[in-house]
């Protein structure tokens, strides 16, 4: 077992991508999650990716990227977390190794980015079905209850959205989430 994860590990940790030779990768105590827990959940070209911009942001001298820096990793990849998401599923660490950071990222890309969540919620204000919510009751969730957005800042995210007063809200949870 240890050699094949020793095998594996090498082929993540391309000398291409560091501008400096990097030490070994140690093998994990048996306390410790096992290396590469999540990289099945991603396809090679991913996982390339995520091994270029982990480079990018790599401390030199090392094999590790600060924990600081993770978020706006993985917001490069495409995925948004927030800082607070991804410090909870650092722990403690201060600075993670690839395979951490690939960990973190396919819980952040499994868990998406959050719109399902919001369509759910949007059909709860919406019990007959139509696919529209009242766009008063919507400028009244935006103004008080959500961001706290001023009277012009919801008319004007909302302008085109509003039709006769309904807004479908799948386009407007599209539209937000780009």
Known sequence: ???????????????????????????????QRPLHSRMDQLSETEISLARDVFGLSCTPG???????????????????PTDDEVRVMAGKNTDIEFP?????????KAHGDGQAEVLAAF?????????TVDSAQLKYILKNLASGMSDKDVTAALQSFDQGGK????????????
């Not at 090392?62 to 948004?80: C, H, Q």
């Not at 807004?167 to 780009?178: E, G, H, L, S």
């Open 1 to 31: 077992i240890m050699s094949a994860t020793a095998a594996t590990s090498s082929k993540f940790f391309s000398l291409e991508v560091f501008s400096e030779p990097r030490p070994p990768i140690l093998p994990r105590t048996v306390t």
């Open 62 to 80: 090392k094999n590790t990227a600060p924990v600081s820096a993770v978020a706006d990793m993985i917001r490069r990849l495409g995925s948004n």
């Open 100 to 108: 951490d950071f690939v960990d973190i990222y396919s819980k952040v």
């Open 123 to 131: 059909k709860i204000l919406d019990p007959a079905g139509t696919g």
């Open 167 to 178: 807004v479908k809200y799948a386009d407007f949870v599209k539209a937000t989430f780009q």
